[in-house]
């Protein structure tokens, strides 16, 4: 159990000598598979899984209808995690996957604990996956998995951005957030915001768990070398804490809003819903998720604000991989999909419908949500900031995760850091030891 997956996020440059020959040659056409001859009657069944829980509507949308029109004659079959169907179960079942993908949370926890990972660096070298077409960030990030081995290759990105509701400023006649703000400016802004008008308005909030894990100073759940939590020993937890979540709440009117609405900070029911905060902090690829509710206010979005040390610094990106399993009887097959996927072809069709493409090419970002239903909105503002680094990942930090995300209101409401994260780090400690007995 001590096998852990991401080394520091240090200089490895993304470079063809770095990814043992695997990438492609210095031309400047799309990463399309070696050989395709005969690829019209080459015929493959393949099963596709995914810890996400994404719909297979989802997936048909964004994946499964492009795949069955590239490969006429795959059948490609997407099996949806359940609440009592998961990975375990399936393949306690006998199921097969072939190609299994997840964001970077989760993907190689869930690969390395189940025995499905694949060394794919013949495949990739093979197929001219060329990750000097990436972006550096996301590219660095395969390497962080396994220094010598390719397990999964990136597909598709997120990040962070903020959103707003026009009308909450409109009735106050506050000037909308911009571009390129920096967190300090975007808390002076919220002040104006949190005010009571018939009810209680908020102007500023984030999500703590997407904010905590692509944290934009890339602090680290756990110390790589200690093997311990670091919200405690880490000091920059604090100066993350003060400009995120405390900055904004010391507007007056902020925490008892938060006393009237369980202890919590305003989150997406608060915004989409109820609409009495003004600005929120959230992944970029939200509006996908809830297309219906966003369609149904007056919103749009300017980048993430920044830390004035690091103006242009965003999130982290949080890349989704694919990869090619232990069990596939088809890997050729399952990597001419995956080729495709990284295509110039397909990443354009990603990006026109609002998926944030991986490769690092303007034209195919400049295609970003051009034919989503928010094309009208600021959706370049995803790409604004640059990446922050990647940190150290351990496979604890799913675990971490939701105790690190209690502490952000309780911290919120009562600035006691020290009580709170000295509890929270003797908390996920126990955890850390506990998941390695």
């Not at 904004?248 to 989409?272: N, Q, V, W």
């Not at 970029?284 to 830390?307: G, Q, R, Y």
């Not at 949080?318 to 009887?329: C, I």
Request: aromatic share 12%; with cysteine; charged share 25%.
């Amino acid at each position: 159990m001590k096998r852990h997956w991401f080394k520091p996020a240090v200089a490895v440059p993304v470079a063809c000598s770095v990814f043992l020959g695997a990438c492609g040659g210095g031309g400047g056409g799309e990463n399309k598979p070696a050989a395709e001859a005969g690829q019209e009657n080459e015929i493959a069944n393949l099963v596709v899984f995914s810890t996400s829980g994404d719909s297979v509507e989802s997936w048909n949308e964004r994946f499964g209808n492009a795949l069955k029109e590239k490969f006429p004659n795959y059948t490609i079959k997407y099996i949806q995690s359940q609440k009592d169907y998961g990975i375990k179960e399936l393949l306690t079942s006998g199921e097969t996957i072939d190609i299994y993908w997840d964001s970077i949370g989760g993907f190689a926890s869930t690969l390395l604990d189940n025995g499905l990972e694949f060394d794919m660096t013949e495949l990739v070298k093979k197929h001219n996956i060329d990750f000097a077409k990436i972006e550096p960030t996301v590219a660095d990030s395969v390497k962080l998995i396994s220094p010598d081995k390719i397990y999964g290759i990136p597909v598709f990105n997120n990040n962070m951005v903020l959103y707003y509701n026009k009308d909450i400023f409109d009735k106050f006649g506050v000037p909308y957030p911009q571009d390129g703000m920096t967190w300090t400016e975007a808390s002076a802004l919220a002040a104006q915001l949190t005010r009571f008008d018939q009810k209680q308005y908020v102007g500023l909030s984030s999500s703590e768990t997407h904010m905590l894990s692509m944290n934009q100073l890339s602090i680290p759940f756990v110390d790589q070398a200690t093997e311990k939590a670091t919200i405690f020993s880490d000091e920059r937890w604090k100066q993350l804490f003060d400009t995120v979540f405390v900055g904004p709440s010391k507007a007056a009117g902020y925490t008892d809003y938060m006393k009237e609405h369980k202890d919590k900070l305003p989150y997406r029911i608060e915004f989409l819903q109820d609409r009495d905060l003004a600005m929120f902090a959230w992944l970029s690829s939200i509006v996908f998720v809830f297309p219906d509710e966003f369609k149904a206010m007056n919103w749009d979005m300017v980048s993430l604000p920044t830390f004035e040390s690091n103006p242009k610094l965003g999130s982290q990106a949080y890349p989704t991989y694919f990869t090619v399993t232990s069990m596939s009887k088809q890997p050729e097959q399952a990597m001419k999909v995956i080729a495709y996927l990284l295509s110039e072809e397909m990443q354009t069709k990603l990006s026109k419908q609002g998926v944030m493409p991986v490769l690092n090419d303007d034209a195919v970002i400049k295609a970003y949500g051009q034919e989503s239903v928010f094309k009208d909105k600021n959706l370049a503002a995803s790409f604004y900031n640059d990446f922050a680094p990647i940190p150290f990942k351990s496979r604890y930090d799913r675990t971490l995760l939701t105790p690190y995300a209690k502490t952000v209101p309780k911290v919120v409401l009562t600035g006691d850091y020290n009580t709170i994260f000295r509890a929270t780090e003797e908390e996920t400690n126990k955890k850390i030891e506990d998941a390695k007995k």
